[in-house]
């Protein structure tokens, strides 16, 4: 289908919004809307032209590793209708980062794209700086802005990277290498929403002290928090990350708590729950500059970010 451009042109009528209001602009790029498809859901870069007709203002690949690999043993994706939410513990399937390259040489959509990078599962923590490097250098000339992922619950001891040290020396290192380039590109960070305010306190520190670009608050939660399907379901489920509306209002907390400490222009990405234009405004309205939707994106369709955008247009 991506392949025909008269059926691109139907998409792009059908989903695409477009006004001059909706435009922003953001760590020197400039968004066409603020409305983007969170990391995940095109690891690979597979679909980065169809998804550019959906109306998305941005897209982030990823979470790309240096190596490929397989990921857990399936079933590791899990839906919970009455809660709108998903719980999924996928432990960053992708085929390596120099297979997204091949595709994004190949893409013919100009639509701003973000590569979100992680380590190999078997890549040790004091070596996760390696990989990182890895995904960076390759990864440079195709994308447009970068995001350091240290906050995926599915990669044992992913998260550690938060942790003050390692997150100071990891950032420190990720930008020297893109202030080495002619034309250094944005480094963002993402967290996870289960983490304290004297945690929050120190990547805050470490987000102004490495001058790094901006953050996107928030991955997926290990808190089965909020949640009406009964506790056997869950328990059956087993581990991984919660999305969806259970956790919209714990990354809203997150996005108001950012903004009041990082200032009114630090550049903030508000994801988690966003189901409807209303928790759109919300994420906005608590200090996020741009979203990400994913899960709303599974339980609403194609035409979840058209009506963010109109919404956004009528609430003016
Ligand atoms: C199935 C699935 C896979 C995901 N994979 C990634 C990933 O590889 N890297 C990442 O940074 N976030 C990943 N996420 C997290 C999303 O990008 C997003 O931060 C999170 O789901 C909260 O947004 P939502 O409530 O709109 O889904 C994934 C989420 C889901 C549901």
Do not use: W
């Not at 102004?208 to 901006?214: H, I």
């Not at 953050?215 to 919660?242: K, P």
């Not at 999305?243 to 919209?248: A, E, I, V």
């Not at 009114?264 to 996020?288: L, Q, V």
């Amino acid at each position: 289908m991506g392949e025909i451009p008269l059926a691109k042109n139907i998409l792009n009528s059908l989903y695409t919004y477009n006004n001059p209001k909706l435009e922003r602009e953001l760590f020197g790029l400039k968004f066409k809307n603020p409305i983007g498809l969170a990391a995940g859901f095109d690891k690979d870069a597979r679909l980065i032209d169809e998804l550019a007709c959906l109306g998305f203002g941005f897209i982030e690949i990823g979470t790309l590793t240096p190596k490929p690999q397989t990921g857990n043993d399936k079933p590791r994706l899990f839906r919970l209708p009455e809660d709108e939410a998903l719980i999924n513990r996928m432990g960053f399937n992708n085929e390596g980062v120099l297979a997204s390259v091949e595709r994004l040489k190949k893409r013919k959509s100009t639509i701003i794209v973000g590569g979100n990078m992680g380590k190999n599962k078997t890549t040790p923590n004091d070596k996760a700086v390696d990989d990182y490097n890895y995904c960076f250098e390759t990864l440079y000339p195709y994308v447009d802005y970068f995001v350091v992922n240290v906050s995926s619950p599915n990669t044992p001891g992913l998260r550690a990277l938060q942790e003050k040290e390692p997150l100071r020396n990891l950032m420190l290192h990720v930008k020297r290498l893109s202030a080495q380039k002619n034309k250094p590109k944005p480094i963002l960070l993402k967290i996870a929403p289960d983490l304290t305010q004297s945690q929050l306190d120190d990547i805050i520190e470490i987000l102004l002290s490495t001058k790094t670009d901006g953050v996107i608050a928030t991955n997926t939660t290990i808190s089965r928090e909020h949640l009406s399907a009964s506790v056997e379901t869950i328990s059956n489920i087993g581990d991984g990350g919660l999305s969806g509306r259970p956790l919209g209002k714990k990354s809203t907390e997150v996005i108001s708590y950012l903004r009041s400490k990082l200032g009114k222009n630090y550049p903030i990405i508000g994801a988690g729950g966003i189901m409807s234009p209303e928790d759109a405004i919300e994420k906005i309205d608590a200090g996020a500059n741009l979203i990400q939707v994913y899960t709303g994106f599974i339980y609403e369709g194609p035409a979840l970010a058209r009506r963010i955008c109109k919404r956004f247009i009528s609430r003016h």
